[in-house]
């Protein structure tokens, strides 16, 4: 059996990650940005959800083989994470999900019409499993993540720009960004989820909560 890595780099091979009712891969896309897309499938339906069309619709579509795409969940409203939407969503007719306050600029962008608009709390199905949205605001003003509480094991989360291995996201100088952002990390994730929670970021490679937890102080001090 393979273990699930979560190392993967554009051009490379997807890694997929097996859990008792959904199926989780990841892939990297756009040499330059190298963003991470995930194609969740729910093993009893078949449906699927992506996070993110980042970039490249021939990557992406040839993942979802016979299945059905139901949805596309943008995490945020930045182009390097929307390049691929209208592709995917004209090949597929899925439901276009995003965070409020970012919803305008994503359609702006990309001419794609956010179909749903999600704020804390809400809940994003995936066949018989359920995501829940967590909105972390400060990267950008809708920013969301996606946890999946696996009752079978432990919760996963997919979090965008907002958490990343060794920090927070780019506040871009913004110091009343950053600390909103902080803020609603700490409270939103660290302080209610366990340690053993796997996350998945927008970029580069996976983490624990329970590996990060220790920075957090360092990362508010530091102030990035």
């Not at 994470?81 to 965070?99: P, Q, Y």
């Not at 009752?151 to 009343?176: K, M, R």
Request: net charge negative.
């Amino acid at each position: 059996m393979v273990t699930y890595t979560g190392e993967v780099t554009p051009g490379g091979a997807p890694d997929t990650r097996e859990l008792a009712a959904l199926t989780i891969t990841k892939v990297a896309v756009d040499e330059q940005m190298s963003n991470n897309c995930y194609l969740l499938r729910c093993r009893s339906t078949g449906e699927q959800l992506l996070v993110d069309a980042a970039a490249e619709p021939d990557i992406l579509l040839p993942l979802l083989g016979a299945g059905v795409l139901t949805t596309v969940v943008t995490t945020h409203q930045h182009w390097d994470h929307h390049r691929a939407l209208a592709d995917v969503v004209k090949a597929t007719g899925a439901e276009v999900v995003a965070g409020e306050p970012d919803a305008d600029a994503i359609t702006s962008q990309t001419g794609v019409p956010v179909t749903r608009r999600v704020h804390q709390g809400d809940t994003v199905a995936v066949g018989d499993t359920t995501l829940e949205v967590i909105a972390i605001a400060g990267h950008t003003p809708g920013s969301i993540a996606l946890l999946y509480d696996d009752p079978q094991g432990h919760p996963h989360l997919f979090t965008g720009d907002s958490l990343f291995p060794g920090g927070v996201g780019n506040t871009f100088g913004d110091e009343a960004a950053f600390v909103q952002l902080i803020d609603e990390v700490e409270t939103k994730v660290f302080q209610r989820l366990p340690d053993e929670t796997w996350f998945y970021p927008g970029h580069g490679d996976d983490s624990t909560i329970g590996t990060e937890r220790p920075s957090l102080g360092e990362w508010r001090t530091r102030g990035w």
